[in-house]
């Protein structure tokens, strides 16, 4: 994530949302540290330690736990943007830590929502038919990330947002053909992926059927597999 883009996160999480009982609740708490916006030649990472035989996050994990002191180069931003419109359907399935890659643009609607500005590209007004809908899966709440912001952004009942959120403990429907073809609008600005090799295989095959039916599904501008 560049630099950027995590301050934005972080001071949007700690904004405060107003909640259905009325009264005022902060998204999530974090240390003064993380949220600042002062220069600073210390960043906080959060890796997921998949574990494998020689794989990286392991081996940083083992560096951690032994402070053996290990140093890394790092280099990036790396990867285009997601693009975002001004205006239009944008569409994000996001399975387990898939979703992660959308919480920068559920902060920014979240601030555009509350009235907060933090910089001059938060100036910039979203139309009134933009809308971000975002399909999230995990396997059970426990297993969640960033779902707690989300929730509190679906209860502003906004309608540049709706939340889709699908739990695998609760025999939730699956997402194949038959309900992306309930659910796909009948235009979009961008439609994005970031899940399991198995979710992209499915969604690549029920895309092939449906585009006669959506168009959209054949652009690769439109349709992005992050």
Not at 44 to 68: P, R
Not at 124 to 153: A, H, I, M, P
Not at 156 to 167: A, D, Y
Not at 182 to 193: N, S
Request: charged residues 25%; aromatic residues 10%.
């Amino acid at each position: 994530m560049a630099k950027d883009q995590y301050e934005n996160m972080c001071a949007a999480m700690e904004s405060q949302i107003a909640v259905n009982e009325g009264g005022h609740e902060k998204v999530i708490r974090l240390e003064q540290s993380l949220y600042s916006l002062q220069n600073s030649t210390n960043f906080s990472l959060t890796i997921k330690a998949y574990m494998a035989v020689n794989g990286l996050s392991k081996q940083m994990f083992a560096a951690s736990t032994n402070k053996d002191g290990s140093e890394y180069m790092c280099k990036g931003p790396m990867g285009k943007s997601l693009g975002v419109a001004r205006s239009g359907q944008h569409l994000a399935f996001g399975a387990g830590t898939g979703a992660i890659t959308f919480m920068d643009l559920s902060a920014y609607v979240a601030r555009f929502v509350m009235g907060e500005v933090v910089d001059e590209v938060d100036a910039l007004k979203l139309e009134d038919d933009f809308k971000f809908t975002f399909y999230v899966t995990y396997f059970n709440r426990n297993q969640s990330c960033g779902l707690r912001l989300l929730e509190l952004l679906q209860q502003l009942k906004s309608m540049h947002f709706e939340l889709v959120l699908r739990l695998s403990d609760q025999k939730s429907r699956r997402w194949d053909k038959g309900f992306l073809e309930e659910r796909l609008p009948a235009t979009c600005e961008k439609l994005w992926i970031c899940g399991t090799p198995m979710m992209n295989e499915v969604f690549e095959k029920a895309f092939h059927n449906l585009a006669p039916q959506f168009p959209y599904l054949k652009d690769l501008e439109v349709v992005q597999v992050l």
